[in-house]
C-alpha cells in the first residue's frame, strides 16, 4: 500500500501513529481483510485532505480534524473487526480463532455468552481425557444399575461400596475425543448459522 | 415546547420550574428518536444514492450530507457498507487511481436493486398511512 506523505512535520508523525493502531486493532484478521481496512481508512484520509479547504488551517489540523471525525480506530473497527474475525472463525474451525471472536463478539448478546459456555463445556470433555491418563482407575463413563451415574472423576472406594461401573474401559478416550470432536463441529455449525441470521 | 418568556403567562418560579421539567423531557425523548430513525433509515438512504452510480466512501459521505442533511459519522458508514457487502446487496471494487491512492467503490447489483424495490414499498406504505394517521 502507498503510504500518503505530508509536508508537515507533525501531520506525518500523526498519521503513523493513527495507521499504526489501525494496525495493531486488525492484527489477527487475514491478510487480506487487514489490507481492505487499511486501504479504505487511507483512502478516505487522501481523499479529506484535497476535499477539505480550511482558511489558515496547517496539515496537522485538517488531518487531526479528520481522523476526530473517522473515530478511534479501537471503536470504530471494533464491530467491523468482530464480524470477520467470526466468519474467519466459522469457516475455518481453527480454535484459536474461535476464542478470539468470542471474546469480540460476546458484549454482542446473550447468544454468544452461551456459545462461550458451550465451547467451555466441550472443554471438559477434552479435560476428562487427560484426567483418565493421569488417573486411568479413577475416571469413566459411570453406570448404576445399568443406567447413568456420572461422567468425570469418582473415589474407588465409593465405587465399590455403591456398585458403580465403568462401562466404556479402553475406549473411553477414543469414545471422548469423538464426542470432542462431534460437538466442537456441531457448535461451530450452529454458530455460523447463528451469525448469519443475526447479520 | 420551549421555556421561552410569553408575553401572556406570569413568569413565576413555578412556571420556570415546571417548564423546565416538561421541556427537557420531551426535547430529550425527541432527539432520541430523531437519531433512532437516522440510525435505521441509515441503509435504506446509502442504496438509494448508489442505484444511480458507484461511489467510493468519501463521496458517499458528502452525498449522504448534501442530500439528507443528516451528518453521518464516518465510524457509522463504513461498517454499514461493509455489512451490505456481506449481505449481497452490495459490489465493492478497489480502482487503481493516477495519484497511486486507489479507491474503493460500491455500486448497487441485482440483490440490491431487488431489496431496494422491496424497501422502497414498505416504506410507501408506511407513509401513506402515518399521513393518514397525523391528519
Known amino acids: 500500500m502507498k503510504m500518503l506523505t505530508f509536508n508537515d512535520k507533525t501531520a506525518n508523525k500523526i498519521y503513523q501513529l493513527y495507521i499504526k493502531r489501525v494496525k495493531k486493532v486488525s492484527k489477527g484478521l487475514p491478510e487480506e481483510d487487514k489490507d481492505d481496512?487499511?486501504?479504505?481508512?487511507?483512502?478516505?484520509?487522501?481523499?479529506?485532505?484535497?476535499?477539505?479547504?480550511v482558511k489558515e488551517a496547517t496539515e496537522a489540523d485538517k488531518l487531526l480534524d479528520i481522523l476526530d471525525r473517522f473515530g478511534e480506530p479501537e471503536d470504530v473497527l471494533r464491530p467491523l473487526i468482530a464480524e470477520k474475525k467470526l466468519r474467519q472463525a466459522t469457516t475455518t474451525f481453527n480454535p484459536v480463532h474461535i476464542v478470539k471472536a468470542l471474546a469480540l463478539n460476546v458484549t454482542n448478546g446473550v447468544a454468544y455468552i452461551i456459545f462461550s459456555l458451550l465451547y467451555l463445556f466441550l472443554f471438559t470433555f477434552v479435560f476428562v481425557i487427560g484426567a483418565k491418563i493421569l488417573y486411568p482407575k479413577e475416571v469413566g463413563l459411570f453406570f448404576q444399575d445399568g443406567s447413568f451415574y456420572l461422567l468425570g472423576i469418582i473415589d474407588p472406594k465409593y465405587r465399590q461400596k455403591y456398585g458403580v461401573e465403568e462401562v466404556l474401559g479402553n475406549w473411553f478416550i477414543p469414545a471422548m475425543l469423538l464426542v470432542s470432536v462431534v460437538f466442537y463441529v456441531l457448535t461451530t455449525l450452529i454458530l455460523r448459522l447463528v451469525k448469519r441470521r443475526r447479520k | 415546547m420551549r421555556c421561552r418568556a410569553s408575553r401572556y403567562l406570569p413568569h413565576?418560579?413555578?412556571?420556570?420550574?415546571f417548564c423546565y421539567i416538561f421541556a427537557s423531557v420531551n426535547e430529550d425523548f425527541v432527539h432520541k428518536w430523531r437519531s433512532q430513525v437516522k440510525k435505521g433509515t441509515l441503509a435504506f438512504i446509502v442504496l438509494n444514492i448508489l442505484k444511480t452510480?458507484?461511489?467510493?466512501?468519501?463521496e458517499l459521505i458528502e452525498q449522504?450530507?448534501?442530500?439528507?442533511?443528516?451528518?453521518?459519522?464516518?465510524?457509522t458508514?463504513?461498517?454499514?457498507?461493509?455489512?451490505?457487502?456481506?449481505?449481497?446487496?452490495?459490489?465493492?471494487?478497489w480502482v487503481e487511481q493516477e495519484t497511486g491512492i486507489p479507491r474503493k467503490y460500491y455500486s448497487l447489483n441485482e440483490k440490491g436493486l431487488a431489496s431496494?424495490?422491496?424497501?422502497?414499498?414498505?416504506w410507501?406504505?408506511?407513509?401513506?398511512?402515518?399521513n393518514k394517521l397525523s391528519k
Request: proline fraction near 1%.
Open chain 2, 12 to 17: 413565576t418560579l413555578h412556571y420556570y420550574v
Open chain 2, 77 to 93: 458508514l463504513y461498517p454499514l457498507l461493509n455489512r451490505l457487502k456481506d449481505e449481497g446487496l452490495v459490489n465493492a471494487k
Open chain 2, 53 to 58: 452510480r458507484e461511489l467510493y466512501g468519501y
Open chain 2, 64 to 75: 449522504i450530507r448534501s442530500y439528507t442533511a443528516i451528518d453521518v459519522a464516518e465510524g
Open chain 2, 124 to 130: 410507501e406504505e408506511l407513509q401513506k398511512s402515518i
Open chain 2, 116 to 122: 431496494l424495490a422491496q424497501m422502497t414499498q414498505f
Open chain 1, 37 to 53: 481496512i487499511l486501504m479504505e481508512i487511507n483512502s478516505h484520509i487522501y481523499e479529506a485532505m484535497q476535499r477539505v479547504h
